[in-house]
C-alpha cells in the first residue's frame, strides 16, 4: 500500500515561467497540474510554503521549511519539498540533520522554468512522488531527486550550473534510480542522531583558504560577529602557517569546522610533518573533510541553534569525519 504524500512548494525554477525571463509563477497546486500521472496518487496534499528563488532564503527560512517537512513525516507522510537548486543542498541537508523519521523527505526541483522547451520539472516532481509514496523508501531520511537518480541529502551537490543533471554525489555516487516511476534503491545511507535547533538566526561564514592566504579573511569573520566558522582547508587538511595562526585565535572565541577544498575530501591524521599539517588542523578545528563546506556549516548552524557545546558539536561531527 503506497504511502500518503505531502507535497511542499517553495519556488525556485521548477515554480518559474515566463516569455522572457523566468520569475516565479506556480505555487503547488499549479506544479501537481503539470504532472497529469499524480491525477492516480490516493492521497496527496499540496502546501505552498514560499514562493522564492532558492538565492533569496535565509537560514530562518531553510529552518521552517524543515520543520514543515518534519511535520508531515511526523504524521506517517512521505515528504516532497519542491526547491530551486542554486541552494537545495542546503536546506535538503539541515532537514537530514534534523530528521530521524521513517517516511522519505524527497527534494526535487528543475533546472529548466516551467515555459521552456523541455522543462525537466513535471518530471522530477513525478519521480520525487513515487519515491515519497514508496514503502521501499521508508527509512532512507532525506534525499534528493533529480534527472531520475537519488542522492544522499549528505553527499549531495550541485556539479553543473545548467546540465538538467545538475547534482552528483561525488563520494560515491546515487544511491538509487527511478524508471517509469518504479523506484530502485541500491545504499541505504547510515543514520545519524538528529540535532534539532529551536533557531537558525546565527552567522557562521565559509572561509576558503589559497596559496599565500595570510589569515585576514579568517579574522575579518570572527570580527563580524561569527557565532561559528567553517574553514576550508587545502588537500587533506592543510594551511599555511599565517592562515594556521588566524585558525589559532579563531578557535580561541568560537567553534570552528574544518571542511577541504577537493570535492572528495578527507582530513587525514599523520602523513606530514610541517606547520599547517593536518594533525595541526585536528588539534584546533572540529574535522568534517566528509561533508562539503555548505552542509558542514548547516549541520554547525543546527548545532548551535540547539545550544549544543564543544563537546556536543564534535560528537555530532563524529561520522563526518573521513
Ligand atoms: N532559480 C534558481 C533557484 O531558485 C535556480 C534553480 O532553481 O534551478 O535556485
Not at 96 to 115: C, E, H, K, L, Q
Not at 189 to 218: F, K, N, Q, S
Not at 275 to 299: F, H, P
Amino acid at each position: 500500500m503506497p504511502r500518503p504524500v505531502t507535497i511542499l512548494s517553495t519556488g525556485g525554477t521548477i515554480a518559474m515561467s515566463g516569455d522572457r525571463m523566468a520569475v516565479p509563477a506556480l505555487d503547488g497546486a499549479a506544479l501537481v497540474a503539470a504532472v497529469p500521472s499524480l491525477a492516480q496518487v490516493r492521497d496527496l496534499e499540496v502546501e505552498s510554503v514560499c514562493e522564492l528563488a532558492s538565492s533569496h532564503l535565509d537560514t530562518v527560512d531553510a529552518l521552517l521549511i524543515a520543520e514543515a517537512a518534519l511535520r508531515h513525516a511526523a504524521r506517517g507522510r512521505g515528504v516532497v519539498v519542491t526547491h530551486g537548486t542554486d541552494t537545495l543542498e542546503e536546506t535538503a541537508y539541515l532537514t537530514d540533520v534534523m530528521y530521524g523519521g521513517d517516511p522519505p523527505i524527497v527534494f526535487t526541483g528543475a533546472i529548466r522554468p516551467a515555459s521552456a522547451p523541455g522543462a525537466d520539472g513535471p518530471a522530477n516532481l513525478g519521480d520525487a512522488v513515487a519515491l515519497a509514496a514508496s514503502v521501499g523508501g521508508g527509512g532512507l531520511g532525506v534525499v534528493v531527486v533529480f534527472a531520475g537518480r537519488v542522492h544522499a541529502a549528505r553527499y549531495v551537490r550541485k556539479m553543473d550550473s545548467t546540465a538538467a543533471e545538475p547534482f552528483g554525489s561525488p563520494h560515491g555516487g546515487a544511491i538509487g534510480v527511478i524508471h517509469e516511476g518504479r523506484v530502485n534503491i541500491g545504499t541505504f545511507p547510515v543514520r545519524r542522531p538528529p540535532v534539532v535547533p529551536t533557531h537558525l538566526d546565527l552567522r557562521v561564514p565559509i572561509v576558503p583558504t589559497w596559496l599565500g592566504d595570510d589569515g585576514a579573511l579568517i579574522r575579518a569573520a570572527v570580527e563580524d560577529h561569527a557565532h561559528g566558522l567553517v574553514v576550508q582547508t587545502l588537500g587533506a587538511g592543510h594551511l599555511g602557517p599565517r592562515a594556521l595562526a588566524a585558525l589559532r585565535e579563531a578557535v580561541a572565541r568560537i567553534p570552528v569546522v574544518a571542511t577541504t577544498r577537493p570535492e572528495r575530501g578527507a582530513i587525514l591524521y599523520e602523513t606530514y610533518g610541517f606547520e599547517g599539517k593536518e594533525a595541526d588542523i585536528r588539534e584546533l578545528a572540529v574535522a568534517a573533510g566528509g561533508l562539503s563546506s555548505q552542509a558542514a556549516r548547516m549541520k554547525l548552524l543546527a548545532c548551535l541553534g540547539a545550544d549544543l557545546d564543544g563537546y556536543g558539536i564534535a560528537e555530532a561531527f563524529l561520522h563526518d569525519d573521513t
